[in-house]
């Protein structure tokens, strides 16, 4: 008996799953990391069920290089007692372009604002998609600051429902359970376009 091949195609983004490696071997544009298979390219999904491969083909080519100084947007993943981690999503005037694979970074808590910040978790908290500028390239981590009016939260999710906050006087709060949170938020918190 023979397997047809079958190929299955889908829109995907930067960080969007794929399936699982027990299933599939990442190919070009993908890449595993816990045992998950996700997407490092903005293209379209291409699973070959033959050859059990899993590969994003993507509509363009160039792949930006961050260097300092470039702005960058990115979700919040991890929030540790003196800096947050940051999986970037795109650079500033390419979010049609993917970043090179698995891009971390960090915002340390002298970075985060002007002003003197003790606790970095009443500024980010899991989920959040922040806006910042690069200010160091070298070593494991590309370093982050939002310590300019433009740059901090565009988007932040409510800590008790995971609903979108909304921002009224100049403070978060959740339109659905009425939490009041705070973050550090860029100046055009909700209308900033990715």
């Known amino acids: 008996m023979n397997a047809k091949a079958e ?11 794929i399936g699982v490696a027990e299933e599939f071997l990442p190919g070009e544009g993908a890449y ?8 490092t390219l903005v293209g379209n ?6 050859r059990r491969s899993a590969s994003v083909i993507s509509k363009t080519n160039v792949v930006p290089k961050i260097k300092e100084g470039d702005i960058v947007y990115g979700e919040i993943v991890s929030v540790k007692p003196q800096m947050v981690y940051v999986d970037l999503l795109a ?7 993917k970043l090179s694979a698995n891009t971390k970074a960090r915002i340390y808590v002298s970075q985060t604002d002007k002003k003197y ?5 009443t500024e980010f908290r899991n989920g959040d998609v922040v806006r910042a500028r690069v200010v160091d390239t070298q070593g494991d981590a590309i370093r982050l600051s ?8 565009i988007r932040a999710v409510c800590g008790v429902c995971k609903k979108t906050l909304g921002i009224k006087d100049g403070k978060l709060e959740c339109n659905y ?14 209308k900033a376009k990715l």
């Open 91 to 97: 650079l500033e005037g390419y979010s049609d372009k």
């Open 117 to 121: 910040v003790k606790t970095i978790s």
């Open 45 to 50: 999904l291409d699973l070959d069920m033959s």
């Open 146 to 153: 939002t310590a300019e009016d433009s740059l901090g939260v």
């Open 7 to 17: 190929t299955k195609k889908e829109f995907v983004i930067p960080g969007d799953y």
């Open 177 to 190: 359970c009425n939490s009041k949170e705070t973050r550090k938020t860029a100046n055009d918190y909700l």
């Open 32 to 39: 595993e990391e816990n045992g998950k298979i996700y997407a």
